[in-house]
């Protein structure tokens, strides 16, 4: 084989490796001060209805998922993200999303809803490294 061949062979076959060391992630914010858990069924808990329950939230309603977060957060299953912190989005699931956020190893799920996928456009006042409270 020809040193030329040999060559783009080698490129043809880093491609693939390259793509996948560069394409996981995408950079985002967090839109709003929220809660993100290591697992989506400790999330998902917080909102969890009874059987026939209606679907609009009370005060008590959000009183009880606001303890739950505390508590998990001193546990250390879940974390607050602050608004405007940046993350990664690691993984979509539906309306639930994986996000790591900048400098952690550890991904968090969190509601779609609660992440800005575009935070250069946010609003002026957004703070861009906010504090994380474990």
Same mark, same amino acid.
């Given at each position: 084989m020809s040193p030329v061949a040999r060559l783009a062979a080698l490129l043809l076959l880093g491609m693939p490796v390259l793509a996948l060391a560069q394409s996981p992630a995408y950079s985002a914010a967090a839109k709003a001060t #929220?809660? $993100?858990c290591k697992?989506?069924?400790v999330f998902k808990k917080a909102f969890e209805r009874p059987a026939?329950?209606?679907d609009q939230d009370?005060?008590?309603?959000?009183?009880?998922?606001?303890?739950? #977060?505390? $508590?998990k957060v001193a546990s250390g299953d879940c974390t607050q993200l602050a608004r405007g912190e940046e993350v990664s989005v690691d993984q979509?699931?539906?309306?639930?999303w994986c996000v790591r956020p900048s400098g952690d190893l550890d991904c968090y799920w969190t509601a779609d809803k609660a992440i800005d996928l575009n935070p250069s456009a946010s609003p002026a006042g957004a703070q861009p490294h906010g504090s994380r409270h474990h």
């Open positions: #929220f809660f $993100a697992t989506r069924p026939g329950k209606a009370t005060k008590d309603d959000k009183d009880k998922r606001e303890a739950y #977060f505390k $508590a979509r699931d539906g309306d639930l």
